[in-house]
Structure formats: structure tokens, C-alpha cells
């Protein structure tokens, strides 16, 4: 349970948070360090990232949030979001996601920092994030579907099939739930069985062009988060949502 490295040329990172992988602030760091070590690892060609149980990601640990008195678990739910999605960006080898059942919130924010994304037929993808009063994740959402589609989605909290993914080409295959873990695992392979040297400059030059920074354009979200929670409303929210 938990965050599970299984090493190799081809890495997996596997999160398995019962009962719906929403995960703690411990969490999310454990997570950080895991793909920030994996990635170090010189023998390590690619990374799969995935998850076991009932979907992919369902963002931060509400209930954490809402027994922790003042603004802690908050800041630290913030800081540990961060530091998750920075280091699939920041991992020094491609990361691939293989993302089945549900993909919400946080889950987007590393989807969409991914280099690529495999999906299952039955994995959807949506920022709940407005019905939490909450924002963040729109710079990583905007990273795998159209500008005005994505704030249709932050405004109304609607999801999108991975097949609708798939027609926009931010998510390379579309397989049953069973073949998953082996469709993920056969495009990392192609990747590592690349010169890694070359695979790294490529994970950094491709990086360094990118037009949006995403650790920044998410910061500043986040500011947002944190302004709406000083108002009440992200309180109010989430205390409507465990109702």
C-alpha cells in the first residue's frame, strides 16, 4: 500500500491509496521522491507510472483536509501537489501514465505533466476542482485538451472519455483494462531500448522549449485556491462534499 518502486530499465511507480488513491500530503511527497529517485537511477530508461484499485487518481485527501484545524493540511496538500506533478516533469527519463477508471483533479495535474499517456476505455478525465471551491491543475488540463474545452470543463466540472483524449492525440493509446500495464510497458520499452543519453538530452531539451512553464502557471493557481479558502468557500465546499 502506498508508493511502490519496482526498479529496472523500464521503472514502474505504482500508487495504491485505498479506497480511491485520493491521496494524503505524505503522499503526494512520497510520490515526489519516488519518481525524483527512479528518474536518478542511471540504470533507469523510462518510468510507468500507474495505479492499482478502483481508478488512476482522485486528487487530495478531503477528509485529511477537513480534521486538520487551521491551514496546515492545506499548504501542505498544496506544496505536496507541487512537488508531485514538478517531479514527473522533472524526471530525467520519459514517464509514461497509465491511467484507468477515474483521473481527477491531481490525477491531471500528473497525467498532463506525463511525456505520454496510455489510458484504458473506461478512464475519464476532470477537474471537480470548481465544486470543491478549489482551482488548480487547468495548466496541466490545458496540456491534453483544447483551450476553450478546458475551461469549459473548469467552469461546469465535466469529464472527457479517453477516447475523446485519443482524438486530440494527448493520449497515444486507447486498450481494455486488462492489457493496460502491458500496453504502458510496451511504449516504454521502445523508449529504452534507445541510447538513454540521448533519451535524457531529449527529456530536457523538449522540456526547455516548452512554451508554458507548468511549475509556475500552477503556483499561481494555487495562489487562488488558497485566496478562496481564506474566504470560507473552500471549507464550505468540502464540508458539502463528505456530507
Sequence with gaps: MGITVRGGPVAEV??????????????WHDLADALTGT?????????????????FNAGVDIKEMQRTDGHAALVGA??????????????????????????????????????IVVASDDAYFGLP???????????HLARLVPQHLMRAMVYTCRNV????LHAFGSVLEVTTADKLRETALEVAGRIAGKDPHVIRRA???????????????????????????????GDEHRERFLR
Design 14 to 27: 505504482v500508487v495504491e491509496v485505498p479506497p480511491v488513491n485520493a491521496l494524503a500530503v505524505r503522499d
Design 39 to 55: 528518474g536518478a537511477d542511471p540504470a533507469t530508461r523510462a518510468v510507468v507510472l500507474r495505479a492499482e484499485g478502483r481508478g
Design 78 to 115: 498544496n506544496r505536496g501537489c507541487f512537488a508531485a506533478f514538478a517531479a514527473v516533469y522533472d524526471c530525467q527519463v520519459p514517464v509514461i501514465a497509465a491511467v484507468h477508471g477515474f483521473c481527477l483533479g491531481g490525477g491531471v495535474g500528473l497525467a498532463g505533466n506525463a511525456d
Design 129 to 139: 476542482e470548481v465544486d470543491r471551491g478549489a482551482l488548480g491543475a487547468a495548466t
Design 161 to 164: 472519455t479517453a477516447r475523446e
Design 203 to 233: 527529456k530536457e531539451s523538449l522540456n526547455g522549449i516548452d512554451p508554458v512553464d507548468v511549475k509556475r502557471s500552477y503556483r499561481f493557481e494555487q495562489g487562488f485556491t488558497f485566496e478562496l479558502n481564506l474566504l470560507g468557500a
